[in-house]
């Protein structure tokens, strides 16, 4: 259970099965740095490709193809002070006709104070929450899927859920499960509708282990209060039926409910968040209480 | 500001432009009685039309096309012991091939008991959360639509956040506004996910007051802590847009934002909650937490 | 066996349970007038209300919930020589960033010459196809649904392939079934992407039939060569899944096929056509040839 | 113009910046194998990985990202009388209820006489119509995209239009473009909604041209009637939106048409076909007749 400090010296704008950037063992903690959105880094250098460019990525010695990657979220804390959004609504958010009334989108700066856990731009100020844009591991089939959208394997979800302290499950399709990471955001609305969260670069650690034999097919992650499971697709109904069916796995799989009980659990007291709706994969978040699980 | 005692003798499964029930003035309050979605009573008689026979119309003295009805929900409150939900999550929630893998649907019967705030079946008990799924106005051009789904003017949208305490805003179509409710629950997770919530008929209680000449695209509500408006349509993504374009026109129009700034706000803390999406029209609500509005 | 001459005075822009404007008989005819989608006249006097006002409901003798209403389109005619359409894509056929590229959109005025069966505006002249935009029965429950949108009971469906010769079946819901018809065009392209077609007033001929005890679930057609039924939903995917729903029932009920036999056979040789891509639902057109039926 | 006879050894099930398996030049032909969807060859023999694995990569001297492939499609001749389909309808083709009725899915064997140009099995013979199931060029980013998908590259499209003498343009993002193809059908209907045609091996010819410094968005194509654009995503309403704007773009910059006659044309004689809805990705076909062409 080593800890591993990574500085990266480059970076993927797709995930798939790429040259480790490191190996590590199941237990092994990474403290490693993430560029923004625009990969630009600590210094406000641009030193990777647009957009969402990745760290990694990291090998994990042991990870098989069926496998489970558990990836807990220690910390994610910004390296510099400037963060940048866009400004205006998507055009994909709002009602065709209404595109019209839209004004022209542009880059805006925001000051990013970390310690007093605000991030202001003109009139506004908001809480600092920081959380994990991108991030996932190989494909299935050799894919090499870009960092603008988001499958099975995670990628470009924008979820605020992904913040300090989650635990996210992921399906292993490459040897080593090759897990990347990249694109910080220090405050975001959900569903990343204007296109962004104030984009910032990070110093990040992350805690990685390994469920042999278990298998999963699409993106979990728990926290405190919640087991969640996270359908990538378009459009959102389909995103939706993805989340959707793989809680309803787990109920009966973890938990020791029949189709039945976990139907009429979800009935009364499913909860859905909306991560990315942006992207060519919009994000559906299919969440449970664990004060309702055994 | 009179109070009117409505006991209701028939029951509409349209939402349209129908005879009225009562005849009410700006600023009065209803106290009247909804059916459950199957169209029993507080006896449990089958006195209704399944499914979500409507309780009115009311007639709001002075409302005319163009206006806004804003009808405060005082409130909900169970007159039986006994609701029912469906035990199988409906099949458009799911992959589609996972439906193979459903049981067959049935209805159950749930204990309700309002003075302990606990609904009962078999292993589960979930707190009661008193909620109107479907109420609305009489949609333009002299349209009757059905209470199985939703539009502009309101109807099944099944939403949890119309409970005790909110604030609704519709858009006036036809003289009198011509006001519906009905299909109250008293449990229901996001999304009515398994096609019920816990089915029951209620004492609901409600006050209109009119905005005149005040025109709204669809429907808005209001509550403590949030304001937020309702995208009826399918798919989700087409639901979204219309929340969001309708949240984006309330923020320029009421509260100073020119379009960019609206944007940043919307794309710093936007939140999105989830109505029906079992109905052949979805439910998205886009909400904008108080504490941001000047 | 009657033919009916009927000049209608009023006008409706919903398909509902209006009183009747003529009762007519199981295999009786009818020679009538549509007013164009705007509500003008032969005259182009505006004596209906935008958009796609109807002329009707007939209705048939003996009809009840459960059957089939047959129509024959004998013919459409335009009586009158100019036409109208919109000259800019509407706004939800394109990519959302794309709308801003579009200019305004006007109306533009077209010359019909139905001897020489063509339509010309500047540059372009096209040979005339006339059609009928909207058309239905009552649908179910009482409901009143507007012309501008569709459903299982017809509506604006906007389908080239409702044409003259074109026989449809409509599920019956209604009393007399209560037959509507209008929003002729002389000439459309697929979807009615511009948001119209040749829009003009016409004489209108048809024949209806009934099928007793026959019940069918959304439109159906056939013509000299295809069966085929229409999806009404949005998204098109839905509608697609409607359409595709019905024909694999209509193979297995009346052409002696299996689900394996009618799987195949779809799957070899099933066609789709695109009705209107404009409307709050879009139209789907699931087809089969009948030199493939038995 | 070199005529090149390449045998291939090793397949992909992406495409994406691999290996070139041969190099070709401007105006070449290459005359090559292609797999069955199954990864079955000429001896049927399982050679390569399930599903629709690519023959290629042919790395065209000079091209460049930002300039067109052309593609033209010289002949697919199947080289086995054996060929294969499913035989029950996708689920997601039809309405979510109606997937409880479907009976389990199973292969089938069909017999292909190419002299006589029929496949039969059981009680249907249809005729052949060879189409090429899945090519494409390398698609941005380094991204490598499952074959059992599509993108503005190209892919798993499933448009019976890609038949012998059609020329098809691809937007180069790759050094060499990478062109791929594979996943020939004997018969299909539209949609593939039994997800397959008829799956054979195949001996095909193709020739390629290259466009220097043109720039495309998506896949177009031409045949002796029609010029027309694929957009591939789902729901089929995006790609609807991505075939019509690539189309409306088309028109204008090589035809002459402003974006009003633009609009107008496409909104009188619009076509559409529609390509594959049974994959990730959908696809739709929009078509223009040459016909109205200056």
Redesign the interface.
Known sequence: MAIHDFEPDHYF??I?WHEPALHIADGDTVRTKTLDALGNNQQGEKVGERGNPQTGPFYVEGAEPGDTLVVQIDSIVPNRVIGH???????????????????ENEW?EWQVDYAAKTAS????T?PVDMMIGCFGVAP???????T?TSYINGGNMDYRGFREGVTVYLPVSAPGALFFLGDCHA????????G???EISCDVQFTVQLQKGRTINTVRGENDTHIFAAGN??????A???A??EI?RWLQSDYGFD???A??????????D?GN?YD?A?TMVCKMAKR?LP
Chains 1, 2, 3, 4 share one sequence.
Request: glycine share 10%; hydrophobic share 40%; charged share 20%.
């Open positions: 704008v797709t798939g959004t866009r400004n205006v609504l998507s055009e994909n958010i709002v009602d065709p006709e209404y595109v019209r009334e839209l004004p805006i731009w003109g009139q506004f908001f299935p089939r050799g894919e090499a899927i870009s603008a405050v975001q609305g959900d569903g990343e509708i204007i962004t969260g104030i697709a378009r459009p959102l109904d389909q939706t039926q993805h959707t069916t309803m189709a039945t009980d139907s009429v659990l979800l009935g009364m007291a499913v909860e859905y909306i709706i060519p919009y309702w």
